[in-house]
């Protein structure tokens, strides 16, 4: 099997969203420059991510959206019917280029992963795009188009697992329904974008598991073993989409969770050996910080490398050289290392009933794909 591949782009770099939106700090750049300085990614290990043409882009999001989205970012003008210049999703000078570099960066992993092997796009994970609007920070939502693009190349299993502290809802919009694309989403409960309910099946494709503010390492043991692994096992897919936003550990913004880095690494760990094919992206994360060492403990752990208990010092210096808006400072700890303290907790009875209600429901998928498939048995 080829080795793992890292997607990047030098559209990342000084590319922001504004002076005080939450993406205005770098994160791609982090990674790569993290991952770079660390000796973990050769020259045959990184891949340019394309921009994707307008065309590519058709087969979830509406032309007279696409053409909207190229138009503001000549003129710098809002269009508001179509979501664009609002406080979510601002108009700025890369607004068509930047997501569509991400969702090319995505078709080139589909791609990559074709005949078997591990494509990383840590630009990806735009899981909120809508066909007709932009959404949730995300103009063009990547990972439908990757997931589409795995299907048109003849795969008929994909499961997506999205860790990410938000609700998929452009993902669920876009594979409502489907007996060929599972989903499955880890996210915060009672939170924007309020979609994703424990009840809401997504016409059967989706499991949703909303989890409670303060969800532990722990917790997401439990959810991970007990919930995730099964309904990908049973689901038998070609490939998984691993969906790695890093907006759920302790230290980010935009969410209440409490985890640390040491849960995407497990997620990508268990993960690997249950398909062919592997396809990991990045997502939300507005710490610099945080997402730049969740992200890096996510390349190390597909490309077999030992995450350092201390940073060496040109690497070391890359965090320090990170600066944020807001009036908070990282710890010390967060400066000379990638990998978080465990942080382990007891688990709620929100999290318990969680895995109660949906454990079967996925004794029962199992039985339906067995049904449905004419290749098992």
Same mark, same amino acid.
């Given at each position: 099997?080829?080795?793992?591949?890292?997607?990047?782009?030098? +559209? $990342?770099? &000084? @590319? @922001?969203y504004?002076?005080? !939106?939450?993406l205005s700090i770098p994160?791609?750049p982090t990674v790569?420059?993290?991952?770079?300085?660390l000796g973990?990614?050769?020259t045959?290990?990184?891949?340019?991510s394309?921009c994707a043409?307008?065309g590519?882009? $058709?087969?979830?999001?509406?032309?007279d959206?696409i053409t909207?989205?190229?138009?503001?970012e000549?003129?710098?003008?809002?269009?508001?019917? $179509?979501?664009l210049?609002?406080? @979510?999703?601002?108009?700025?000078?890369?607004m068509?280029? #930047?997501?569509?570099t %991400?969702?090319?960066?995505?078709l080139?992993?589909?791609?990559?992963?074709? =005949?078997? &092997?591990?494509?990383y796009n840590?630009?990806?994970?735009?899981h909120h795009?809508?066909p007709?609007?932009? /959404?949730?920070f995300c103009?063009i939502n990547?990972?439908?188009l990757?997931i589409?693009?795995?299907?048109?190349?003849?795969?008929t299993? +994909?499961a997506?697992?999205d860790?990410?502290?938000?609700h998929?809802?452009?993902v669920?919009?876009?594979f409502?329904?489907?007996?060929?694309?599972r989903?499955?989403?880890?996210h915060?409960?009672?939170?924007?974008?309020?979609t994703?309910?424990?009840e809401d /099946?997504?016409?059967?494709a989706a499991?949703?598991i909303?989890v409670?503010r303060?969800?532990n390492d722990?917790?997401?043991?439990?959810i991970?073993?007990?919930? +995730?692994?099964?309904a990908?096992?049973a689901h038998?897919p070609d490939?998984i989409?691993l969906?790695?936003?890093?907006?759920?550990?302790t230290?980010?913004p935009?969410?209440?969770?409490t985890?640390s880095?040491?849960?995407?690494?497990?997620a990508?760990w268990?993960?690997?050996?249950? %398909?062919? #094919?592997?396809?990991?992206?990045?997502g939300g994360? $507005?710490?610099?910080?945080?997402?730049?060492? %969740?992200?890096?403990?996510v390349?190390?752990?597909?490309?077999?490398?030992?995450?350092?208990?201390?940073?060496?010092h040109?690497?070391?210096?890359?965090?320090?050289?990170?600066?944020?808006?807001?009036r908070?400072?990282?710890?010390?700890?967060?400066?000379?290392?990638?990998?978080?303290p465990? #942080?382990?907790g007891p688990? @709620?009875d !929100?999290v318990?009933s969680v895995v109660d209600?949906?454990?079967?429901? +996925?004794?029962?998928?199992?039985?339906?794909?067995?049904? !449905?498939?004419? =290749?098992?048995g």
């Amino acid at each position: 099997m080829s080795d793992p591949v890292f997607i990047g782009a030098r +559209i $990342y770099r &000084g @590319s @922001s969203y504004g002076a005080h !939106h939450p993406l205005s700090i770098p994160r791609v750049p982090t990674v790569t420059d993290l991952c770079r300085t660390l000796g973990w990614l050769p020259t045959d290990r990184y891949r340019t991510s394309p921009c994707a043409k307008p065309g590519a882009l $058709y087969g979830f999001h509406s032309k007279d959206y696409i053409t909207a989205l190229q138009r503001s970012e000549v003129t710098q003008n809002t269009d508001l019917a $179509y979501g664009l210049g609002t406080l @979510s999703n601002p108009v700025f000078p890369e607004m068509y280029r #930047r997501p569509a570099t %991400a969702a090319g960066g995505g078709l080139l992993a589909a791609e990559l992963v074709r =005949t078997g &092997g591990v494509a990383y796009n840590p630009g990806g994970g735009t899981h909120h795009g809508l066909p007709d609007r932009a /959404n949730g920070f995300c103009y063009i939502n990547e990972p439908v188009l990757t997931i589409q693009r795995l299907l048109q190349m003849g795969l008929t299993r +994909i499961a997506y697992v999205d860790i990410d502290a938000h609700h998929c809802d452009g993902v669920a919009v876009a594979f409502h329904g489907s007996r060929q694309v599972r989903m499955i989403s880890v996210h915060e409960d009672k939170r924007w974008p309020f979609t994703g309910a424990l009840e809401d /099946n997504a016409g059967g494709a989706a499991l949703n598991i909303p989890v409670p503010r303060g969800f532990n390492d722990t917790e997401f043991d439990l959810i991970l073993n007990d919930l +995730i692994l099964p309904a990908v096992d049973a689901h038998a897919p070609d490939a998984i989409y691993l969906q790695c936003g890093a907006d759920a550990v302790t230290e980010d913004p935009l969410s209440r969770l409490t985890l640390s880095n040491r849960c995407h690494i497990r997620a990508v760990w268990a993960l690997r050996p249950l %398909a062919s #094919r592997l396809i990991v992206s990045g997502g939300g994360g $507005y710490n610099p910080w945080s997402v730049g060492r %969740a992200w890096a403990c996510v390349w190390a752990t597909l490309a077999g490398q030992e995450i350092p208990d201390r940073l060496p010092h040109d690497a070391e210096q890359i965090l320090r050289g990170l600066r944020w808006t807001r009036r908070a400072h990282p710890t010390e700890q967060m400066l000379t290392t990638l990998l978080d303290p465990a #942080r382990p907790g007891p688990i @709620s009875d !929100h999290v318990r009933s969680v895995v109660d209600a949906l454990q079967p429901r +996925i004794r029962g998928l199992g039985q339906g794909q067995a049904q !449905h498939d004419p =290749t098992v048995g």
